[in-house]
């Protein structure tokens, strides 16, 4: 079993930091909808993996002028159609095969090797894991802006478990600060020894670079947060800010 005093040391490594930039909303207000820094001038591309039956985020990015690549092995195209959209028919994780391409791989084809900005909306139902440890250093520095729904955090008490996402959080946070925790209220939270763990949470992160004279946020939800679905509220607990 996982440490307490483990567990707590990566949510002060999350604790999300206040910035000079403030949050928008890209899609819609409730499920596929995030939350990311107003800084999106500049990044030429948004790479976004798990489609499902929802594109208003890669709609709202489209609309502001970016090249928007979405894949998903599961569903046949984009819920809506846009110009801007490049849509793979693959899943994105650690391997390279007829339904899966690293999150490299998929880059390199899309948009070449090169020093433009880009931006990542990931949710691809516990993927994410794999997908973050096995993409290269200077590939996650190319995006200034992350957001990513992580999934099964309830299982971080569970010691292998929360080895595999600690490292990846810390993986993250070297060129990345969390800047927006979300909790999903689709499957409700576990609490133990005083701390409480939603389940699924979506995170956004900004580039070190574009962070300056950072505090910590102390007002949950955002204003701008929606619930994802019609379950019991679910905010997130003071434990992790």
């Not at 309830?154 to 929360?162: G, V």
């Not at 996402?165 to 609490?191: A, D, T, Y």
Request: net charge negative; glycine share 8%; hydrophobic share 40%.
């Amino acid at each position: 079993m996982t440490p307490a005093s483990e567990i707590r040391g990566l949510m002060q490594k999350l604790r999300p930091l206040e910035t000079s930039i403030p949050l928008i909303r890209l899609g819609p207000n409730g499920d596929g909808g995030y939350l990311v820094p107003d800084d999106l001038a500049g990044i030429r591309a948004c790479f976004s993996p798990g489609v499902s039956d929802i594109s208003g985020f890669e709609s709202d990015c489209a609309d502001r002028g970016l090249q928007a690549f979405l894949a998903d092995r599961s569903v046949d195209g984009p819920a809506n159609a846009h110009s801007n959209f490049h849509f793979t028919k693959k899943f994105v994780g650690a391997v390279s095969n007829e339904d899966f391409m690293t999150l490299d791989e998929w880059v390199a084809v899309s948009v070449g090797q090169n020093s433009e900005d880009l931006m990542l909306q990931i949710d691809i139902e516990g993927f994410e894991y794999e997908t973050f440890l096995c993409a290269s250093p200077a590939l996650l520095e190319r995006f200034r802006i992350i957001v990513a729904e992580f999934h099964g955090l309830e299982q971080l008490w569970n010691k292998p478990y929360f080895d595999v996402v600690s490292r990846v959080f810390e993986k993250l946070l070297q060129g990345h600060g969390c800047v927006h925790i979300h909790p999903n209220n689709c499957c409700g939270s576990v609490s133990f020894v005083g701390l409480e763990i939603p389940s699924i949470m979506e995170m956004t992160f900004l580039r070190k670079d574009r962070i300056s004279g950072p505090t910590f946020q102390t007002k949950f939800p955002h204003p701008l947060d929606f619930d994802n679905t019609e379950n019991p509220k679910l905010v997130l607990p003071q434990c992790w800010y």
